[in-house]
């Protein structure tokens, strides 16, 4: 299935920050069933992430701050390549950067090693300066992703925060800017206290909500993307089933991105897509395409 | 789940650089070999194997470890765990050498606990850089214990491995090791010369990240297996032609060569 650019081998994405520090980790999700991986997200120098605790399960989901820990894009180049050389799915290559310039720089390195898409991470909730720090704000992402979308010679997606009062203006910048698809949502701003010590439970005190209390919230966005743009929507936020998947996909994405629930079965993958598959023979349609933003002509 | 929120009970000072932190938090369904995440409120979180049900066996290496030598009875940490894959228990019928180096012997103390309470035959190789360095000889005392020195202040003057070079390995039915990634790589190599590395468990340490199983930090080439999920304890089998030995990645990921 040829989806924003690039042939995706199942609706069911490896979402970034997971599993992806390594090309070994990669392709192993790639085995697990992944229909295409996206990597930890890359900068332009190598950085170390917060302190821990950076990733705690809650009662309703996760919550973390990694702090956008990565090798840098030299380094991480041999990482591509050894992902690219033990798999057959395509391979998004992550990056992020303060302003357009180290976002184009980061790209431009990464070339060498030949990911398939990049996507831009204007998202992160907890990197001051990086990610949603960049990502509120609509003229910076289309800055941002024209100056990416001139440099690369690949498809550009651009992976958008829910923190925010209206995501359709972020979105409308991505694709005016030539993105090839936005892909939403990152995590949603949260806190977690430890009430016996008083102690926030992240290093970073704050960071971001992911799992199954974040779902609602971007079926909604994911909702007033495809309503508000003509470029394809991935749909991310708390998919742990295959339901989960469909839901985010009548709401108009055309593949869905999984994270946080690798915790509990690496093999998700496989089993997502093909729940996917058993779903569209029960009510006779063809392909995942079929049922894209179904939910939108129900009125 | 959350950090529970643990007193420290009790503290015994094992070395001048090693301390033992007892909790009033039990671990009671914990595996040998699997570790917790402790937090030190304000500072870090770090992986620790449990030493005992209720106790972690902590080295002074770094900001997380030094903060917690300034703590005293009564003071909290944060625990998260059991997490990982701990040792396989021998059963009762087979025979066990223990292979531990350094602060190496926390990970493998309880588990010869166990062996004991069943009275499983056993043989330690400890070692330590010197005498005063040499952990929990007294829980490995249930069967013979060679002790080697790197000065030479008790036991063998030398490494476990030139004990091991030395021992008829055919004899055990599992082997399990722990220390410094360097001794046992040097162990690894040993025993794979023999073919006895498939019967021999290894608990690894790794940057640790998450330490749930998901951001991927801890990976090891050449097949992405999680140090802090799929691990720490992994069997030499699974560690042939892999990174084991040869390099670790930091914080950012970058790679440093052993």
């Known amino acids: 299935m040829k989806i924003a650019g690039i042939e995706l081998k199942n609706p069911t994405i ?47 989901g996760y919550i973390n701050a990694m702090g956008l820990p990565n090798p840098s894009y030299p380094g991480f180049c041999e990482e591509i390549k050894i992902a690219k050389s033990k798999m057959d799915a395509p391979l998004i290559a992550s990056i992020f950067g303060g302003d357009a310039g180290e976002f184009t720089e980061v790209a431009k390195g ?4 030949k990911p398939d898409c990049f996507e831009l991470n204007v998202s992160c909730p907890h990197a001051e300066g990086y990610g949603a720090s960049v990502g509120t704000d609509p003229e910076l992402v289309h800055e941002i992703t024209a100056s990416v979308v001139d440099a690369v010679d690949v498809p550009v997606w651009v992976k958008l925060t829910p923190n925010v009062t209206d995501i359709t203006p972020i979105g409308r910048a991505a694709e005016s800017a030539g993105a090839s698809a936005v892909v939403a949502i990152n995590t949603v701003r949260g806190m977690a206290i430890d009430i016996h010590s008083g102690y926030p439970i992240l290093g970073n005190r704050f960071g971001g909500l992911s799992g199954p209390a974040v779902k609602p919230v971007a079926v909604k966005c994911v909702y007033d993307l495809y309503e508000a743009l003509d470029i394809p929507v991935i749909g991310v936020g708390g998919i742990t089933c295959p339901e989960d998947a469909i839901e985010m996909i009548l709401a108009g994405a055309r593949a869905v991105e999984i994270g946080s629930a690798v915790h509990d079965d690496v093999q998700i993958f496989e089993k997502i897509s093909k729940g996917i598959d058993i779903y569209l023979q029960k009510y006779g349609y063809s392909k995942t395409e079929d049922i894209t933003g179904l939910s939108h002509e129900m009125i | 789940m959350r950090p529970i929120h643990s007193k420290i009970t009790e503290i015994t000072e094992e070395s001048p650089n090693v301390r033992t932190f007892f909790f009033d938090t039990q671990f009671d369904e914990a595996i040998p070999g699997q570790f917790v995440m402790v937090w030190v409120h304000g500072t870090d979180e770090v992986p620790m194997t449990l030493s005992g049900k209720n106790s972690i066996t902590v080295q002074k290496v770094g900001d997380a470890t030094s903060r917690m030598f300034e703590l005293g009875i009564g003071d909290h940490m944060g625990l998260r765990g059991p997490f990982g894959r701990g040792f396989t228990i021998p059963k009762k019928d087979e025979k066990v050498l223990f292979i531990a ?20 035959e056993t043989h330690t190789i400890l070692g330590s850089r010197s005498c005063d360095e040499l952990l929990f000889r007294e829980r490995f005392a249930c069967g013979r214990v060679d002790i080697t020195t790197d000065d030479g202040s008790e036991g063998r003057n030398g490494f476990v491995t030139d004990q091991l070079a030395e021992t008829d390995t055919s004899y055990y039915d599992r082997i399990y090791v722990c220390g410094p990634e360097i001794m046992m790589y040097k162990v690894f190599e040993i025993l794979e010369a023999r073919n006895g590395h498939v019967k021999t468990e290894f608990s690894l340490h790794r940057y640790f990240k998450c330490g749930i199983g998901v951001c991927g930090a801890c990976g090891m080439d050449p097949d992405g297996l999680r140090v802090c999920r799929d691990g720490p304890v992994f069997n030499g089998g699974e560690l042939e032609g892999s990174e084991f030995g040869h390099y670790e990645r930091d914080s950012s990921g970058c790679k440093y060569h052993f």
């Open chain 1, 14 to 60: 490896l979402a970034s920050g997971i599993m992806g520090t390594t090309g070994a980790a990669l392709a192993r999700m790639s085995r697990n069933g992944a229909g295409a991986v996206v990597t930890k997200s890359i900068g332009p120098v190598p950085n170390k992430g917060h302190n821990n605790p950076s990733m705690v399960e809650l009662e309703c």
């Open chain 2, 101 to 120: 180096g350094g602060v190496g012997a926390a990970p493998i103390a309880p588990l010869a606990d166990i062996v004991k309470a069943r009275g499983i």
């Open chain 1, 110 to 113: 990464l070339l060498s090693s």
